[in-house]
């Protein structure tokens, strides 16, 4: 059912890598975002994207930074990890046309950092 | 004041029940609306999008009112398998970015 995929879903690493999370979509999709979500918490908006080479912040400040070089793909990028880093990391796209286009997320990837 | 408000729950419910959820938004101009459900650990899933008219599928019921500037999800009939977080999401103006609420946690019990 799938259509984006996030790769790696688990990561724990140590302190001072740097690391990539990488995210794919399959359906074409213009708009690309990564979310941030802590345990129990609610999701913060962290890059976006309206297309190929465009990325904007997004609410939450974040020390990491995101591509878009292709349509499909939407890394995202800690140059130098830290604890602070440790949280769920959401990919979504979703589609341009239409107001009503709802968000597809992938399965995350939950990154430790210790 | 957040942008989109939810009481965070838990709503214990038990099988069978029918339970009600609300959801406030600040932006008047705010465009379109979803439901998500989202499972312990998991990602956000679509539940369902919330037309003007309000709209079913199966035992859910999504209502908007855009005077009042609130939207609702109604659960009939409960299952064990409907415990999860439901989250409000609403989509602004300009980039047209998506809100979403903080969510209701629903308990279903035996």
């Known amino acids: 059912e799938a259509d984006i995929y996030q790769t790696p879903r688990y990561l724990v690493i140590g302190t001072g890598k740097k690391i990539t999370l990488e995210c794919s979509q399959t359906?074409?999709?213009?708009?690309m975002y990564w979310y941030q979500q802590d345990p129990g918490m609610e999701l913060h908006l962290i890059h976006y994207?309206?297309?190929?080479?465009?990325?904007e912040k997004g609410d939450l400040s974040s020390e990491s930074t995101v591509s878009r070089i292709r349509t499909e793909h939407f890394p995202l990028t800690l140059e130098s990890a830290r604890p602070s880093h440790t949280s769920q990391y959401l990919c979504?796209?979703?589609?341009?046309?239409?107001?009503?286009?709802?968000?597809?997320f992938g399965n995350g990837t939950r990154l430790t950092v210790t | 004041r957040k942008e989109v408000e939810q009481d965070p729950g838990p709503f214990n419910v038990p099988e069978g029940a029918t339970v009600a959820f609300n959801c406030t938004y600040s932006n008047s101009a705010s465009q379109s609306f979803f439901w998500y459900r989202q499972d312990c650990r998991k990602e956000p899933k679509l539940l369902m999008s919330?037309?003007?008219s309000g709209n079913e599928d199966g035992r859910f019921t999504a209502q908007l009112n855009r005077a009042s500037q609130y939207i609702s999800l109604l659960i009939r009939d409960s299952k064990l398998s409907d415990s999860a977080t439901y989250l409000c999401?609403?989509?602004?103006?300009?980039?047209?970015?998506?809100?979403f609420g903080t969510g209701t946690r629903l308990l279903v019990s035996p």
């Open positions: 979504a796209s979703s589609a341009s046309e239409g107001s009503n286009s709802p968000l597809h």
């Open positions: 359906m074409g999709h213009d708009k």
């Open positions: 919330v037309y003007s």
């Open positions: 994207s309206y297309g190929v080479n465009s990325t």
């Open positions: 999401v609403v989509r602004g103006t300009g980039f047209q970015k998506l809100v």
